[in-house]
């Protein structure tokens, strides 16, 4: 936001140089990017008179001409065609210093000396149309009147000198996107007296009615419009500006256009409220309506460009048309024009996010837009209205009655916080006193009554006691408050359980040859088929699908690791690398019948995906991997069962970690139909190991065991058993029988063979006793054996193998 420094003086009584001044509202919150001093860069350029033209005698396209600047005649050579005898032009002299750094300096043109040179508008940075009957790329031509000040300064003739301060204004402070507003933040950091000029805008009791000139207003979106003032002006005068308020217009960055437009624009720079007109006999009916815009419904903008509207957005229309985006722009077809005789003025607010998300469809950006977006407050609609009715005839632009439509479907709500000096102190470690804040807060417009602050319309961002607190402390000065230390208890930052227990399972899977790959988070539902998870599973219910995916190959996040650890398997066999061993450590995202409830977050579970292939890659070595990664996180007692439910896997080649009821792991090979659907054609394996449950039962501490004091004594023993017995169920029984001289059970053969039996197979442990007490016999280790094939033969039907 650009203001000059002149504007801001009718706000607050400014007695320091502009640099200080940049500094003291920096420091107190309005953040200064720049200042610059228009004029200043101008030196030795004076008012001149063209006494005669004569031809360049070697060159067409020149002229040589002669010059008054009162003093002395110069004589200057020019290519400008639009100049002739008499006329008055700035001349810049033998030395002279343009914007920019340009030096004029007195030289030979084709053989013809020239003293200076005539001036364009441009090269003395001045707007073209803030002067009458300019040109963009001729000489500026000077008003006759000019005449009597031949020889005198340019830039004190037409007034050039201005200071202007660029501000950075926040989101969250839309009322200083105004002169008003800054000026307020002047006033109050120069600890001055706010004066306010335009304080009786809303008290000048302007009758409301329902129809002026057979114009009528109707809201039919009361969600996005909260309300909307319109006057109507008659006996209109479209002409240019005076120069003050051009000049004003162009210090804020605005070009001037013409009288009406250039006053809407004047009152949304001083009092942050942006106004539209519209020519009345472009209003079909002349009834507005405030409504949704139609599907696929075309409006072209003042820009001149057509521009396509959907439902979500909101316009100005008229019984046929549209004539305005709502807060955006206004519609070519409504234009204020010469031939305009009855103009009706807006000044309506909008729902922020509304003109927000409009302005970025439409690709269209506007000073009208960047302070809708960020919140303005209906109590400031009339004023601004009337501000801009009392321009208009201060100017002698158009009349209008003491009449107003305003239609205000909801009432804005008087901000009230408690104040409670206390507690601001406390928020700043401070000690200031209850007056003092008080008397901030009440040069900043916001009153203090019992305790209660009531915030004034234009601070839509003072919600709590600690806004308060900011308001108070940028203005008793961030400098003051004394450096201390933290008042609170400190901890010792370490890693947690499930941190330490990721690092070594990384560590351990690096040092058994595997690399480590990160993938995406998400993915598509098609990869969710290729993964051959079945229609009926619980995980498709838990799928959670993205609002705005980057793409369908994006669109939902995972609820399985193994779509991702597949691609990645898939991609290596493809570049013919032969034996691939990975792993990952991931998240999954489930939306739970819970969480859909409730509308909490979904859960996230960490995920150690192992994927291998390769000639010497079978199903003992992926169980191998898995137990590695059980040993890193300590844990010993775990139950192994067939997986056949899992149709991901290969239904006969998979086996799944139990502990207690937690599945700890599934891992086995995949089955055949998946690894087609990435086109692999090896065998591929996968491990799951939930991280999460690993870390509940993972047990860092250790233990100390002596070295025995007592030898061991071995036993084989080999059983027949059925075909679908599981080892883990004979593993099961022996460790349960063992008693406490049972160390350690070890399986060293599987046989199969027809005069076995069908479906029946042979397997055969090794057993190690040993007591911690004394050496054991014969007659105890047998009794003990005697316990366990009887256990067998009851429970498994298990014959004993002599």
Known sequence: MKASIEWLKEYADIDVEPKELGDILTMTGSKVETIDSAGNDIKNVVVGKILKIKKHPNADKLVVADVDIKLEKIQIVTGADNIKENDIVPIAKDGSELPGGKIIKRGMIREVESYGMMCACSELNIPVNRYPNQIEDGIMILPKEFENKLGENIVDVLDLREDIIDFEITPNRPDCLSIEGLGREVAVSLDKEFKDPRKNLNELNIENKSDIEGLKVDINAPDLCYRYVARVIKNVKVEESPDWMKKRLSACGMRSINNIVDIT?????????????????????????????????????????????????????????????????GGLNSEIEEGTEVVVLESAVFKRGSVRKTAKKVGLRTESSSRFEKGLSADNAERAINRAVELIELLGAGKSENSKIDVYPTKQEVKKVEFDDTKINKHLGTSISKEYMIQILSSLGMKVEKDIVIVPYYRNDIEIVEDLSEEVVRFYGYNKIDSTLINAETTLGMRTKSQKLSDRIKEGLVDKGLSEIYTYGFFSNNDVNKAGISETSELRDQIINIHNPLSEEFSVMRVSTIPSMM????????????????????????????????????VEEKVITI????????????????????????????????????????????????????????????????????????????????????????????????????????????????????????????????????????????????????????????????????????????????????????????????
């Open 265 to 329: 624009n004047y009152v949304m720079l001083e009092l942050g409220q942006p106004l539209h007109a519209f020519d009345i006999n472009s209003i079909t009916g002349r009834h507005i309506t405030v409504r949704r815009a139609n599907k696929n419904e075309k409006i072209t903008t003042l820009d001149e460009q057509v521009r396509e509207l959907d439902e979500d957005m909101l316009v100005i229309s008229d019984n046929e048309k549209a004539v305005a985006i709502a807060g955006v722009m």
């Open 567 to 602: 691609q990645i398997l898939s991609i290596n066999k493809n570049k013919k690398n032969k034996e691939v061993g990975l792993f990952e450590i991931s998240k999954t995202y489930k939306n739970t019948e819970k969480q859909i409830e409730t509308g909490e977050v979904p």
């Open 611 to 802: 994927g291998m292939y390769g000639d010497n890659i079978d199903f003992y070595a992926m169980k191998g991997m898995v137990e590695t990664v059980l040993s890193l996180a300590s844990i010993s007692r775990y139950e192994i069962f067939a997986e056949r439910e899992n149709t991901s896997y290969h239904p006969g080649k998979t086996a799944k970690i139990m502990i207690g009821k937690d599945c700890i792991a599934t891992f086995g090979e995949v089955h055949p139909i998946v690894c087609d659907n990435y086109d692999i054609s090896n065998k591929v394996y996968i491990a799951e190991i939930s991280l999460d449950k690993l870390t509940k039962y993972a047990n860092f501490s250790k233990k100390y065991s002596g070295v025995p004091k007592y030898p061991a004594v071995e036993r084989d023993i080999a059983m027949v058993v059925k075909e679908d017995i599981e080892v883990g169920q004979i593993e099961k029984i022996i460790s349960r029988n063992g008693k406490k001289i049972l160390e350690e059970i070890e399986l060293f053969d599987v046989y199969r063979n027809e005069k076995l039996g069908v479906d029946k197979k042979s397997v055969a442990y090794a057993l190690k006793f040993r007591s911690k007490e004394k050496t054991l016999t014969d007659e105890e280790i047998n009794e003990v054996m005697e316990i366990i094939v009887l256990e067998l033969e009851k429970n498994l039907k298990a014959e004993l193998r002599k």
